[in-house]
């Protein structure tokens, strides 16, 4: 009979049904790895977060009001995800919305929750925020050439795509320079978007790429006088010598999302994203300026 199966096979096949079983209930367990509450809760953070001085005060308030001991890591989007993913941290702060959704529906991450909005703007030396003055003539003396003010004329632009589109065609002439993020962090995938929604991908001389590290780009674009994206948080921590030039596209939103990892299981975990959704959590992000509290569910 076709359906019949020798003694030998049916044994085989419960002893591998077996060996399924605990296989199964093994890697369940490693999934779901208890921590204990004595344990600092690991928490990485967006690093440009932490640049901006918003996760500092963050981890300040909280200890004050629950007494979790956090201990933070500072670093890009696209490497906090993947050890959250691991469980090598217990909760992440990250910006990058369509590789934290792909965790969400794989059950990767859980209690996924938007906590703070910035703002994204292109920036360029502060000189090109204000109009360039007249040169006066002098007698006797050749004119003088003006000096350089916004070459690619995005100042005051609400429309990111457009601004990078006459950043693209400047730059082709020779005119200016645009500095990209050298890591894979929330600007990274901002900057992708952008450039995306303004037409073809950009390539030449004028593009450069900055090395790692949250204000890398921004001070390259300083010291070489260069045009920039950068949240604006992180803008005004790093003081003067560049202003923003186009703002206010809500294509530049940088929202920036808190989630638990599904492979552990540290018993503070769910009340820091508790806190940091609730009442608490939101003061503090509205009084530190240059972010928006996420909006009420």
């Known amino acids: 009979m076709s359906g019949f199966l020798p003694p030998i096979d049916l044994r085989r ?48 308030a909280v200890a ?14 696209g490497d906090l995800l993947p050890r959250l993913e691991r469980g090598d941290l217990d909760v992440a702060i990250t910006q990058a919305p369509d590789a934290e ?15 703070a909005i910035g703002e994204y703007v292109l920036a360029g030396p502060a000189a090109w925020a204000r109009p360039p003055k007249p040169v006066k003539p002098v007698k006797g003396k050749p004119p003088e050439p003006p000096a350089p003010s916004d070459p690619a004329g995005i100042r005051g632009l609400n429309d990111a795509a457009a601004a990078l589109i006459r950043i693209a065609e400047a730059g082709a002439r020779g005119e200016c320079s645009f500095i990209a993020t050298g890591e894979a962090s929330g600007t990274r995938y901002a900057e ?59 294509r530049m939103a940088a929202e920036y999302r ?16 508790g806190w ?20 009420k569910a």
């Open 276 to 295: 940091l959704a609730g009442p608490n959590g939101r003061a503090v992000v509205g009084r530190y300026g240059n972010y928006r509290v996420a909006p």
């Open 13 to 60: 096949r419960k002893l591998l049904g077996a060996a399924a079983s605990c296989l199964a209930w093994a890697g369940s367990a490693q999934a779901q790895q208890r921590r204990p509450q004595t344990d600092p809760l690991l928490v990485g953070v967006e690093a440009a977060l932490m640049a901006s001085g918003l996760a500092p005060r963050l981890r300040e």
């Open 192 to 250: 992708a978007a952008l450039w995306k929604a303004a037409g073809p991908k950009p390539f030449g001389p004028w593009l450069r790429t900055a090395g790692p590290g949250p204000r890398a780009a921004l001070d390259l674009a300083r010291e070489t006088g260069a045009y920039v994206l950068v949240e604006r948080g992180l803008l005004v921590a790093a003081g003067t010598g560049m202003a923003a030039l186009v703002s206010g596209d809500a």
């Open 258 to 273: 808190a989630m638990r990892s599904f492979r552990v299981n540290h018993p503070a975990g769910k009340l820091f994203i």
């Open 64 to 77: 004050r009001d629950t007494g979790i001991a956090i201990q933070l890591t500072a670093a890009a989007s």
């Open 101 to 115: 959704l792909s965790l969400d529906r794989q059950g990767l991450i859980h209690d996924r929750q938007l906590i």
